[in-house]
């Protein structure tokens, strides 16, 4: 019984209710009209009436039984059982996807044909949102502006589909490394620290925003949050020219700053020089970053109030039945004072 508790203990105030009614408020008039029909009713009465005060006591201790037992079922007992444990899964994952208008080179190849930057990592990164079960993802989209597109959230399906949707330039045509970063550590400090993270990709350098990079992983490594970082873009670029396409071996990827940031959060610097490149580097962070093993304990709850209910409603129908064959006995008395 250690185990049994009542949610509305209160309820037991009620106990006294009865008996202060049987006090206050004065009972009825019995109509005394059938001692009319009987001529020796003082007679039968005196012969009747030890049978009578047996009947009522007993009466009166089924009624205060029901009374009682409707008043634990209203204190809604419950059966506490032990505490269990169950595993649960989940990572604060934070995403922020380069948007700014060097996205736009087509330099990314999935199934022979050639695509940006911007939906090759779309094609990827949905491939490894829709895998993270268990995991919160929140999308950060940056450009010339750093913007929150979906808070942490279980549900993967909306992220990608709000990832999916992200368009060119929607945030500006330069790159504000630095404001994402800080954005993202915005949301992620109220989490678990171990499981606070950010994958930034990006195929520029920093050149907009109002918070260095450098000084925002030192924000993020304050925080615990790690950042892994993946650059995005071919070596060499194919820019069209008078005299058709040509290779240039130009590129604005900032490879040290995004290095020195992993390393400042003890995270990981990547490099994706094409979709298959990008597809193991979400293969790698999935064994570095695993869905954590958390603990959930609860204590199941198992509802008692219907045994009380149940048997106060036994006793109620008992008692109904006695009195109808009370009912029935004193009649057929009648009848036979009567005939006499």
């Given at each position: 019984m250690?185990?049994?508790?009542?949610?509305?203990?209160?309820?037991?105030?009620?106990?006294?209710?009865?008996?202060?009614?049987?006090?206050?408020?004065?009972?009825?008039?019995v109509?005394?009209?059938a001692?009319?029909?009987?001529?020796?009713?003082?007679?039968?009465?005196?012969?009747?009436?030890?049978?009578?005060?047996?009947?009522?006591?007993?009466?009166?201790?089924?009624?205060?039984?029901?009374?009682?037992?409707?008043v634990?079922?209203?204190?809604?007992?419950?059966?506490?059982?032990?505490?269990?444990?169950?595993p649960?899964?989940?990572?604060?994952?934070?995403?922020?996807?380069?948007?700014?208008?060097?996205?736009?080179?087509?330099?990314?190849?999935?199934?022979?044909?050639?695509?940006?930057?911007?939906?090759?990592?779309?094609a990827?990164?949905?491939?490894?949102?829709?895998?993270?079960?268990?995991?919160?993802?929140?999308?950060?989209?940056f450009?010339?502006?750093a913007?929150?597109?979906?808070?942490?959230?279980?549900?993967?399906?909306?992220?990608?589909?709000?990832?999916?949707?992200?368009e060119?330039?929607?945030?500006?045509?330069?790159?504000a490394?630095?404001?994402?970063?800080?954005?993202?550590?915005?949301?992620?400090?109220?989490?678990?620290?171990?499981?606070?993270?950010?994958?930034?990709?990006?195929?520029?350098?920093?050149?907009?925003?109002?918070?260095?990079?450098?000084?925002?992983?030192?924000?993020?490594?304050?925080?615990?949050?790690?950042?892994?970082?993946?650059?995005?873009?071919?070596?060499?670029?194919?820019?069209?020219?008078?005299?058709?396409?040509?290779?240039?071996?130009?590129?604005?990827?900032?490879?040290?700053?995004?290095?020195?940031?992993?390393?400042?959060?003890?995270?990981?610097?990547?490099?994706?020089?094409?979709?298959?490149?990008?597809?193991?580097?979400?293969?790698?962070?999935?064994?570095?970053?695993?869905?954590?093993?958390?603990?959930?304990?609860?204590?199941?709850?198992?509802?008692?109030?219907?045994?009380?209910?149940?048997?106060?409603?036994?006793?109620?129908?008992?008692?109904?039945?006695?009195?109808?064959?009370?009912?029935?006995f004193?009649?057929?008395v009648?009848?036979?004072?009567?005939?006499?």
């Amino acid at each position: 019984m250690s185990n049994v508790e009542f949610a509305f203990q209160w309820a037991f105030l009620l106990l006294p209710l009865p008996l202060l009614v049987w006090v206050f408020f004065p009972a009825a008039p019995v109509s005394q009209s059938a001692a009319l029909r009987v001529p020796f009713f003082e007679q039968l009465s005196a012969a009747t009436t030890p049978n009578k005060t047996k009947r009522s006591l007993f009466r009166l201790s089924v009624a205060s039984l029901i009374w009682l037992l409707l008043v634990v079922a209203a204190a809604r007992p419950q059966f506490i059982g032990d505490s269990i444990s169950q595993p649960i899964a989940g990572r604060s994952l934070m995403m922020a996807v380069d948007i700014s208008g060097s996205m736009q080179a087509r330099d990314m190849v999935i199934s022979g044909r050639a695509v940006s930057r911007l939906n090759a990592v779309k094609a990827v990164a949905g491939d490894f949102i829709s895998k993270r079960e268990g995991d919160r993802i929140g999308l950060i989209l940056f450009g010339s502006n750093a913007y929150l597109q979906a808070p942490l959230t279980f549900d993967r399906k909306t992220v990608n589909t709000l990832l999916n949707e992200a368009e060119l330039g929607l945030a500006g045509r330069a790159t504000a490394i630095g404001d994402a970063i800080g954005l993202a550590v915005k949301r992620l400090r109220k989490e678990p620290e171990k499981n606070r993270v950010l994958i930034l990709l990006t195929d520029g350098a920093n050149t907009a925003g109002n918070v260095d990079p450098l000084k925002a992983a030192d924000l993020a490594a304050q925080e615990k949050v790690r950042i892994y970082t993946i650059g995005v873009g071919a070596k060499e670029r194919i820019v069209q020219t008078p005299f058709g396409p040509q290779r240039v071996g130009k590129n604005d990827l900032d490879e040290p700053s995004l290095q020195a940031i992993a390393d400042k959060t003890k995270g990981r610097y990547f490099r994706a020089n094409n979709v298959e490149g990008l597809l193991k580097i979400y293969k790698i962070l999935d064994k570095i970053e695993p869905v954590s093993k958390d603990e959930l304990s609860y204590r199941p709850v198992k509802e008692l109030y219907y045994y009380p209910l149940s048997f106060a409603l036994a006793l109620s129908i008992l008692l109904v039945l006695l009195k109808l064959i009370a009912l029935g006995f004193t009649k057929r008395v009648h009848q036979k004072s009567e005939v006499l």
